[in-house]
């Protein structure tokens, strides 16, 4: 019995590392296929997709288990931006790194928000990571300055719908650091994590208008799959 137990987690184990390389395999290709987009070949994609594998095989292999985890978990959401943003074809601008890097911080305090969220969980590192959060939303408010030829295209709501975005954060993230034990601490990231729709949405109306929120639609399906995919 114990044998079959075995070999049926080494063969759940091959399975899963086989689907891993084969996503990540057709992740590179696609990138490959964008850099074809306009007729000539610009590798950006290609290179920001190659990166984007390496910093997650890191985080996932080692660096998750340290200190810097928060901070490798930023790092791919970063360079996930970059990679959306090099299919337009234009070339890496200075709007681009900031707008990643808008969204990686806020990755690395939602990433450090969950690292205990399986016990008890301590209040001044939840705080800590509110900070890093609420950095970010502040951050975010300069999104539209970094842009000039979006800034036109901006809406009025922008910085109103920021901050909003921040009071639907801090509900659940307040009862966690008032109560940080697994089931307010997990409402919390569980937020978080969905939140990044809206914050995408919310920093992509800064950009091009209320078009940009559009992209607020995707907390449906991602809501819908959340019953399957444990997001926390």
């Known amino acids: ?47 920001l997709a190659g990166w984007l594998v390496v910093a997650i095989l890191v985080y996932d292999g080692w660096l998750k288990h340290t200190w810097a985890g928060p901070l490798g978990m930023g790092a791919c959401r970063s360079l996930n931006v970059l990679l959306g943003l090099s299919a337009s074809g234009a070339a890496l601008a200075g709007w681009w790194v900031y707008l990643a890097l808008v969204v990686g911080i806020y990755i690395v305090g ?35 300055e970094v842009n000039p030829e979006a800034a036109q295209g901006t809406t009025f709501l922008f910085p109103y719908l920021l901050v909003g ?33 809206f914050l995408d949405a919310v920093l992509a109306s800064g950009l091009v208008g209320i078009a940009g929120l559009l992209i607020a639609l995707l ?11 444990y997001s926390t």
């Open 1 to 47: 019995m114990k044998f079959r137990v075995r070999a049926l987690g080494l063969h759940l184990l091959a399975s899963a590392v086989a689907l891993g390389v084969l996503l990540m395999a057709a992740g590179l290709s696609c990138a490959a296929l964008v850099c074809f987009l306009d007729g000539e070949f610009r590798p950006l994609p290609l290179i």
């Open 110 to 144: 939602v990433t450090w928000l969950a690292r205990t969220e399986a016990k008890q969980s301590k209040a001044p590192m939840l705080l800590g990571a509110s900070g890093v959060i609420l950095a970010a939303l502040f951050l975010g408010l300069a999104v539209p």
């Open 165 to 197: 975005f921040g009071f639907y954060l801090g509900v659940p993230i307040r009862k966690a650091i008032k109560r940080p034990d697994p089931r307010y601490v997990q409402a919390a990231v569980k937020r978080s994590v969905l939140g990044l729709i």
């Open 219 to 229: 907390f449906f399906p991602a809501r819908f799959l959340g019953r399957w995919i």
